[in-house]
């Protein structure tokens, strides 16, 4: 199985911080990685997909980078709305797994 | 619109069995390849299994905790996905997610169904 190891964790910021999460996978997954938020009490929100691409609605704000078994999801300027936690998913094969989540909290 | 419509969930008692369906709509579903994730309280996202379409064979595919106890089937005439629990443990406790495109450029995600593994 693919192992996703997601970091950090948690992090608190303050509005207008830029913000990088990084997971990496314990073996190649090409591009084969999507990242969602996720508020209390809702279902996730995909962000990114195919490790880069922005999903459709989502802001500019937003961005991925990485292929291989290094990805990023950076928030250039952080917004109140953007507190939430984030996960990593890969989908290159099965059992498709995800990273352990970063918590965003406000500084 | 797509929408998906979770359902079934509740209390039940460990060693019990459970089937949970997911209604769709707003897409071809019998086209869709379908996933089932799940969440234990305060706890991240897990992913369950997956069932292919049919026309890709229509397969599934199972996270190591749950097969041999998890079954998951579709009924395209009826645009619904299921997810048959059985032997249940209090480590299933959580909301169940169905979900679809993963892999592609559209993703789209129900609002969960609570199961609860209590005596």
């Known amino acids: 199985d693919i192992q996703m190891t997601q970091s950090p964790s948690s992090l608190s910021a303050s509005v207008g911080d830029r913000v990088t999460i990084t997971c990496r996978a314990s073996?190649?997954?090409?591009?084969?990685l999507g990242w969602y938020q996720q508020k209390p009490g809702k279902a996730p929100k995909r962000l990114i997909y195919a490790a880069s691409s922005l999903q459709s609605g989502v802001p500019s704000r937003f961005s991925g980078s990485g292929s291989g078994t290094e990805f990023t999801l950076t928030i250039s300027s952080l917004q109140p709305e953007d507190f939430a936690t984030y996960y990593c998913?890969?989908?290159?094969?099965?059992?498709?797994?995800f990273g352990q989540g970063t918590k965003v909290e406000i500084k | 619109e797509v929408q998906l419509v979770e359902s079934g969930g509740g209390l039940v008692n460990p060693g019990g069995s459970l089937r949970l369906s997911c209604a769709a709509s707003g897409f071809t579903f019998s086209n869709a390849w379908m996933t089932w994730v799940r969440q234990a309280p305060g706890k991240g996202l897990e992913w369950v299994g997956r069932?292919?379409?049919?026309?890709?064979?229509?397969?599934?595919e199972y996270a190591a905790p749950v097969k041999g106890r998890f079954t998951i089937s579709r009924e395209d005439s009826k645009n619904t996905l299921y997810l048959e629990i059985n032997s249940l443990k209090s480590e299933d406790t959580g909301v169940y997610y169905c979900?679809?495109?993963?892999?592609?450029?559209?993703?789209?995600w129900g609002q969960g169904t609570l199961v609860t593994v209590s005596s």
């Open positions: 069932i292919k379409s049919k026309t890709d064979g229509g397969t599934t």
């Open positions: 073996q190649g997954i090409r591009n084969d």
């Open positions: 979900t679809t495109g993963l892999g592609s450029s559209s993703n789209y």
């Open positions: 998913l890969q989908h290159n094969s099965s059992p498709r797994t």
